[in-house]
């Protein structure tokens, strides 16, 4: 895992600029702590930090490659191909040579090959950059599901880009503005394909090439969600299941640095955790697992609507029977409300994404793990793809003429737009933006002949998750992890187990009436039975009183400083209720509201931003 950087200007000799191309590639320092290196030849330049995972030696970045009739190819690239072993013995039978054994060096010579149809070939999660001398041309490709973040910013005569906005912000040419889009985007908690936050910036889309010359810009998509029929029986649909992650969860493993998986006691990562633990036992080494936890959280749980249970005691039953060598890692409410950790999650998402004390309890939970590993498998996306939240079965949810995540929401994380000032809230018309989103959305889902109206609203309720929702997880998850140095994999992204499952009848993939029933059956076998009976419970929150105490007397600080340009956005009056001591603070949702304000302060201090709410 790595972070990328670079600029191209067909109308500048960039070796003009080292200075500039310096500053953007030492933005992605946290991404890559191992070496840095950059590349300059006329009106390319590219920058890279490396975080060293396979061959460690070798594989350094930017990479160059020749081809036998004449140009070449450099390279700049973040992630892992898990299928590089495979492509470069096909490669070599084609007569490529190799100096490294790093995967990068494999997906460079795969691009003389075969151009940019190696996007097609990949399977893995990665972001990269190549500069085509041949064709003087810049080619940017993204992983199919969206895991590895990728940003551009087009200008007059060609485009910057980077693992992260912060990289292009380090360039002066782009502006540190954000418009109603902007900020609809960050309050209405949906993701629409492409949009970056920041005027003028646009995500690469998942399973997208972009490509820069001299002619403009052009984008080609190289997958997408398709729906096909589903003719397998449910034990043949199992078998396959377990047969895939079998194979996915080996091929994740390989790394020639410190691996662990992170634990929370839900089917997802039991399976996965149990999955890694069987897999290395046969090569005599043994799992570390970690997981969060707060202080007194498991003796004082509260059950409320998302959550029945604690994690601590699931956790400690697959530990136990998959023989990890585990860690908790216990926080308490004075590390998660300090203002500097809040400032170093900001700095990692570069916005104000106002998940408070789950944001900030990631960020430190990873920054633990990497003491002891540089890379980490995760049980994330699994709801999505199998079917695991509870708006997959909630009827008003399924009926509902809007994204299924929302119905709920406000009830169980709060209505954050009620802090905004009235004229702020009319002029962004959250509703009609996320009508427009969900309409645009529901484009790309294709019917089945003789798909019947449930089926193929449970067809629409997955598409959903796996396009919108599930990338506003993996970029937060990515973020957050990388800002330690720490690689987080996905074995449940692997786009094969994602079309199987995808394709699965609704009345498959909940033949036992429950969530993710195609999955708990794949894995019975290394489930402890606490956990095969457990029902989904979401990542966790803090019930600390501390906590809620510490935001308020940060909310008391934020009005004694009434000139804040936040109270451009913010309604004062709001504040001055939520700071009250008797004011209602003991759920998430009561909480939400003070953690989005105060993110939003403490993002406006650090970036000195221009916020157009006209």
């Known amino acids: 895992m790595c972070g990328i950087a670079g600029w191209v200007s067909f109308e500048r000799d960039l070796r003009n600029e080292q200075a500039t191309l310096d500053a953007m590639t030492e933005t992605m320092a946290c991404r890559g702590p191992d070496a840095r290196g950059t590349w300059v030849q006329g009106p390319a330049a590219l920058g890279h930090r490396r975080l060293a995972i396979i061959d460690l030696p070798g594989g350094r970045q930017p990479m160059a490659a020749e081809d036998p009739d004449g140009g070449t190819a450099v390279m700049v690239y973040s992630g892992e191909a898990y299928n590089f072993t495979e492509l470069r013995k096909e490669l070599a039978a084609r007569g490529h040579r190799f100096t490294t054994t790093s995967d990068t060096e494999v997906v460079l010579h795969g691009y003389l090959e075969w151009g940019e149809g190696i996007a097609e070939r990949l399977n893995g999660m990665y972001a990269f950059a190549i500069w085509d001398s041949r064709a003087e041309k810049l080619v940017m490709i993204r992983d199919r599901m969206g895991i590895k973040p990728f940003y551009y910013y087009p200008t007059d005569d060609g485009v910057m880009f980077g693992s992260e906005p912060k990289a292009i912000l380090a360039n002066p040419l782009a ?22 936050f920041w005027d003028g910036m646009r995500e690469v889309e998942p399973g997208t090439v972009v490509t820069v010359d001299r002619g403009g ?34 091929r994740q493993l390989v790394a020639d640095v410190p691996r662990c998986t992170l634990l929370s006691g839900g089917l997802d990562s039991s399976a996965m955790t149990a999955l890694a633990a069987r897999q290395l036992a046969t090569v005599g080494e043994t799992v570390r697992s970690f997981a969060v936890d707060f202080v007194g959280q498991t003796e004082h749980f509260v059950p409320d609507a998302l959550r029945a249970t604690p994690d ?51 960020y430190l939970l990873f920054k633990a793990i990497r003491q002891h590993s540089t890379v980490a498998l995760s049980g994330e996306s699994a709801d999505e793809v199998f079917g695991g939240y509870q708006q997959f079965f909630d009827e008003e949810a ?46 790309g889902v294709q019917r089945l002949d003789g798909e019947s109206d449930f089926e193929f609203r449970m067809r629409v309720i997955s598409y959903l998750h796996l396009t919108r929702f599930v990338r506003i997880l993996l970029d937060r998850k990515d973020r957050a992890s990388m800002a330690v140095g720490l690689e987080v994999r996905v074995p449940f992204c692997d786009h094969r187990l994602v079309e199987y499952v995808y394709n699965t ?37 803090t019930q600390d009183p501390q906590y809620a105490a510490a ?3 940060n909310g008391r600080d934020l009005l004694a400083k009434p000139s804040h340009p936040v109270f451009d956005l913010v309604s004062k009056a709001w504040l001055e209720r939520a700071v009250k001591d008797d004011a209602p603070q003991h759920t998430q949702a009561a909480r939400h509201g003070l953690e989005r304000v105060l993110d939003l302060a403490l993002w406006m201090d650090i970036y000195s931003p221009t916020v157009d709410v006209a």
């Open 175 to 196: 502006a540190r503005h954000v418009t109603l889009d902007g900020l609809r985007e960050l309050f209405a908690f949906v993701k629409t394909p492409g949009h970056a």
């Open 217 to 250: 810009l052009r984008t080609h998509v190289y997958w997408s969600l398709r729906t096909e029929r589903h003719t397998d029986d449910k034990e043949t649909s199992i078998a396959r299941v377990r047969e895939l992650l079998d194979d996915i969860v080996r």
């Open 312 to 362: 601590t005691p699931f956790v400690h039953d697959v530990a136990a029977l998959a023989g990890t060598e585990h860690q908790d890692i216990v926080l308490d409410s004075d590390q998660l409300a300090d203002p500097e950790v809040r400032a170093r999650v900001i700095r990692a998402r570069d916005i104000p994404a106002g998940l408070g004390d789950m944001d900030s309890s990631l």
């Open 398 to 443: 399924r009926r509902a003429d809007t994204f299924p995540w929302l119905v709920h929401f406000a009830q169980q994380f709060g209505d954050d737009g009620n802090v905004l000032t009235e004229p702020l809230s009319k002029a962004l018309d959250l509703e009609g933006y996320v009508h427009d989103g969900y309409r645009e959305a529901l484009t």
């Open 505 to 541: 009848p609704w009345a498959l993939k909940s033949f036992d009436g429950r969530e993710k029933s195609l999955l708990r059956e794949a894995t019975v076998d290394l489930l402890p039975q606490s956990v095969y009976d457990r029902v989904k419970s979401p990542y966790p929150s």
């Open 551 to 553: 935001l308020r007397e």
